[in-house]
């Protein structure tokens, strides 16, 4: 009944975490767009795949 007691005055849906939940005066930390983090995904891809080429396992 403790955890029924908890959850009262919440809805379902955020009592269920099915909805994130953020506070207004919360700032998002960094902003980076779909193609800032398409082009930073494809960088670091191509320097694991040149450094192992570089330096392949022992």
Known sequence: MAR???YEGLNPFVAAGLIKFSEEGE???IKLT???AVVI???IIG???A???LLPPL
Do not use: G, Q, T, V
Request: glycine fraction near 0%; charged fraction near 35%.
């Open 47 to 49: 320097l694991l795949i």
């Open 34 to 36: 779909p193609r800032a």
């Open 51 to 53: 450094i192992n080429l």
């Open 27 to 29: 700032l998002e930390k």
């Open 41 to 43: 995904s494809l960088a």
């Open 4 to 6: 029924r007691r908890k």
